[in-house]
């Protein structure tokens, strides 16, 4: 058994939504590397894309990775950010929660 973390909202017992996602995911690192618990605590790995249609690709790999999808968060945005609107690859805008992980 293993818990995968993909993002870290609080920190020595205070709340660190406002920094941003990047900063976030380097002190879960930092943690995770030091933690004598580390083969226990797994980071998921962050997917790169260059288009709608290429996440769209690599969200269909789910399954097979072992995963229910892909969850979507700008790198330099906080977490104290409320809904955002994004473009679907159908042209659309998609209403979504920043939720980090």
């Given at each position: 058994?293993?818990?995968f973390a993909y993002d870290l909202i609080e920190w020595n017992g205070a709340d660190i939504r406002n920094k941003t996602l990047n900063d976030r995911r380097n002190t879960l690192?930092?943690?995770v590397a030091h933690?004598?618990?580390k083969e226990l605590f797994l980071l998921s790995p962050t997917v790169e894309f260059s288009?709608?249609?290429?996440l769209t690709?690599?969200?269909?790999?789910s399954r097979e990775n072992i995963s229910e999808g892909i969850m979507?968060?700008?790198k330099i945005r906080n977490t104290k950010s409320e809904e955002r609107k994004v473009t679907g690859g159908n042209g659309k805008l998609i209403p979504i929660r920043l939720m980090q992980f």
């Open positions: 058994m293993a818990l690192e930092e943690v933690s004598n618990l288009s709608w249609n290429d690709e690599k969200r269909k790999l979507l968060s700008e």
